[in-house]
């Protein structure tokens, strides 16, 4: 199939790579050029913009920073809606707001587009090893067409709902998260205070009732005392913000995606924001640490 | 071995009961007589308080309700500590306070006895299929003495470090569930207002980074409706009391489970106490539905 794929950061880059390697035909861009040598060096034809990247392709992908990013990439000059062919599917995977994927389905339909909203999660070492989860929303036939692509790049593949629930999807993703990250945190702190050995509680707790991947993961990096991302807290207060954002919208209370989001803001304010997420228990152990 | 068994509630039925299909001989004791039947069937010999379930043993156990029982067993007339033989091993499996735990080791060692804190994790389940993780405090020579006792309920055993550690350890499991169930139950209610199937989020993010053990099993209760314990809300709060009293104690800081510890008085309030720790999902739904 001939793609346009928009955004070639480190979760792009190894998502497109895959599909050049299973035969595709790929047109690349990315607003920091240097980032897609890689790919043109495999093949793939280079892009000046947007429009460039959606015109006469069958599907359009992008993966960028924030909903402003993908505001911009969708509706601004030289953007993709205007640009894309009539009946080619536009996906963006960005983690983006529901609203704004909404809105982009409306505006594809207009221009008789079909549009998903394809979030991922899995992380960088996801993206590399084709095992991220895509958890998309839109219309049906136009997710049958690119379940393929999906399957190129991802292991976990699901149509959540019409447009929005692939973001929506993720953001519960998220509020599960902020929470497994601080009970995670928490339990870690105590431990430490009790006078016992971090990897040895992991060891005996991780596998119970109290396990999570966050425990089982990002506690073992907190027990080596490696606060490095993974995912990075900048990244994850987006995220937070767009989730908060929904449930405001929703008026939905949800204390305790507030309460840890606070805990993070504080992080950014610490100036901890390229910190991994894991980081938290540094901010709470700080929080105790008054002197 | 000669071993006393001082509770024989649904946990300490089932774990009694594997050390007699071990071949040891037991006595057992508990306050409600009738809960003993089923061990004196299998061939248990039955006392009439702690005293005469803990003379002429080798190995004492206890696993009663609260901090309160345990004290009772432990320092009460006609009390495990008074009775013991010199030589023997005490040791309390009821998830009780780490403080109390350091009293029952002095004391002990004032009779010349060997004292153990073992809380366990797993359940009525664990304990019916001998898959418990058990986390010990206390003397190493006394840990491995009784060790082969432990492998005979368990499955994950370890010794945590010196009288309090295990409860210490058990402390820190319950604090990190506090954040897995928080951030389950809230990205659950988003799911559900977002309009999508709660089975499905589970299906695609539950082998992910927003992966739990609650997620995963207490989540699809939660999808079907069912707010059976399981853990009844009841014992969730004891624990987090303890905690709670624990972190007061050392001075620290834990936002987090004090939020959620307030939910799950919120629903003691509502007469929930019996129900399993997953209902803190009704909570949180009522607190959104207020009319």
């Known amino acids: 199939m001939k793609i346009g794929w928009i955004g070639t950061g480190i979760m792009g880059a190894s998502m497109c790579s895959h599909l ?24 793939a034809a280079l892009a000046e913009n947007p ?42 995977m960005t983690t983006s707001s529901p609203d704004l994927a909404i809105r982009i389905s409306r505006a594809a339909e207009e221009h008789r587009l079909s549009a998903l909203d394809a979030p991922v999660s899995g992380g960088d070492v996801g993206a590399r090893e084709a ?14 067409k690119v379940k393929p692509l999906f399957e190129v790049m991802g292991k976990t593949i699901a149509l959540m709902g019409p447009a929005g629930s692939g973001q929506h999807t993720k953001m519960a993703n998220q509020i599960a998260i902020t929470g497994t990250m601080i009970g995670m945190v928490e339990a870690l702190l105590y431990t430490r205070r009790a006078g016992l050995d971090l990897d040895a509680l992991i060891d005996v707790i991780g596998s119970g009732a109290a ?24 990244h994850f207060m987006k995220d937070m913000g767009i989730a908060l954002d929904e449930a ?13 989001e606070s ?8 100036g901890m924001e390229r910190k991994g997420t894991q980081a938290l228990f540094e901010v709470l152990d700080n929080l105790n640490a008054l002197r």
Request: glycine share 12%; aromatic share 8%; net charge negative.
């Open 211 to 234: 396990g999570s991947w966050s425990l089982n993961n990002l506690g073992r990096r907190i027990a080596a005392g490696n606060f490095e991302p993974g995912f990075m807290i900048m």
């Open 248 to 260: 405001k919208r929703m008026n939905l209370g949800l204390p305790g995606l507030a309460l840890v």
């Open 263 to 270: 805990f993070y803001r504080a992080a950014m304010g610490r």
């Open 131 to 144: 095992r991220l989860a895509i958890m998309a929303g839109g219309d049906a036939k136009a997710f049958e």
């Open 51 to 92: 429009a460039q990247t959606a015109r006469g392709m069958d599907v359009v992908f992008s993966i960028v920073g924030y909903p402003s990013d993908v505001e911009e990439v969708y509706f601004g000059d030289d953007g993709i809606l205007s640009a894309a062919d009539p009946g080619s599917i536009v996906v963006d």
């Open 20 to 43: 050049i390697d299973a035969g595709h035909e790929l047109t690349v861009y990315n607003r920091s050029v240097e980032k897609t040598s890689a790919l043109t060096a495999k093949g």
